[in-house]
């Protein structure tokens, strides 16, 4: 085939690849798909599952320290699933050809990034209040909007999740319900936490839409169905009514219900601060980061247990069929 | 000469997006085969996009009655559910 066929060939794919998606048709591991919707999928995929993964840490380390069985039962019930998720997500991805090794080994290198908000740390418990309250309800809002996602097996876990994913909000806010209905303490607490954990979560989804990389390729191809702005927006919008519920005041002196636009305005997010979190700079990231290489080095011994008993069996298999 | 032929499950997609149902099985020499009859057999009324065949012999299946060891908490934690926590009426569509 000349070049030239071979252009032609590849422009004809490309155009009945868009029309698909054009008429929302999914498109399914085994289609043809040109190879930067495929490593923009990888990569938006890994770093999902990796958020999942690297989530479990600050919730993890309140497992133990939950103020009673009910709520360590709870919790424990809740990082047990974000390490479902992260399977899934991982699975996903691994269904356009990246292998398992090859994400871990992007997290741990630096190459491939994780949700900025899990480089906070988790000081009281009011946070596993608010993490799950505002950190989930985040996600949970970016992820409805990828239920619609154009390729299929990410559509799919899209919708697994959400449907688990559920009860994580709802725990969170009722740990914040119970705190802001409680001492002066503990109210105290609840309010101190929001105002932690207000602006990392409006930076969970992302760059305003004019400075994303990523955007208008992955809304063409459909990969995002709403912009970073517009899911904002909306978390914003449901969220304040949840904090005036349980009178919890939202840290930000611009917040104002704007009756022309039919939302809210809300302050400027500190930019710099993203920047320099999702650079490797927040409060926690060496830590986070060092803890997953830690854990994947110290259960290669498992991993290598689990070969090694594989293969005997499979010689002990052979040897009495022979 | 059925029973020499291997047996296969058919997995079927009925629509881009969804998953792959398991909707039968036959028996054939081989996969391409098995996947040739499947196409004969179950997509007859425009059933499905995508057809799998997998050998019966691969599927490693639990059985019901090992229910217990193997889904055995399921009703004693609650607190899996939504519905577990009751939040102000202002804000239960959470």
Partial sequence: MTTEHHEQDLAALEQRFQARIDAEEKIEPKDWMPEKYRQNLIRQISQHAHSEVIGMQPEGNWITRAPSLHRKCILLAKVQDEGGHGLYLYSSAETLGASREEMIEALHAGRAKYASIFNYPALTWADIGAIGWL????????????????????????????KEESFHQRQGYHIMMTLARGSEEQKAMAQDSLNRFWWPSLMMFGPHDAESAHSAQ??????????????????????????????????????????????YDFGEIDWEEFTRVINGDGPCNRQRLAHHVRAHEEGQWVRDAITAHEAKKRQRNDRQAA | MSEHMKLYEVFIRSRRGLDHKHVGSLHAEDPAQALEYARDVYTRRSEGVSIWVVNSSDIVASQEGDCESFYDPLDDKPYRHATHYQLPDEVNNM
Avoid at chain 1, 231 to 241: E, G, M
């Fill in chain 1, 135 to 162: 950190v989930d309800g985040a996600a949970i809002v970016n992820q409805v909007s990828l239920q619609r996602t154009s390729y299929g097996p990410y559509a799919r876990g899209m919708v697994r999740i959400c």
């Fill in chain 1, 218 to 263: 992955s809304m063409k191809w459909k990969i995002k169905r709403q912009s970073n702005d517009e899911l904002r927006q909306k978390f914003v919008d449901q969220t304040v009514k949840q904090a005036e519920v349980i009178g919890l005041t939202i840290p930000d002196p611009d917040l104002q219900w704007n009756e022309q636009r039919g939302h």
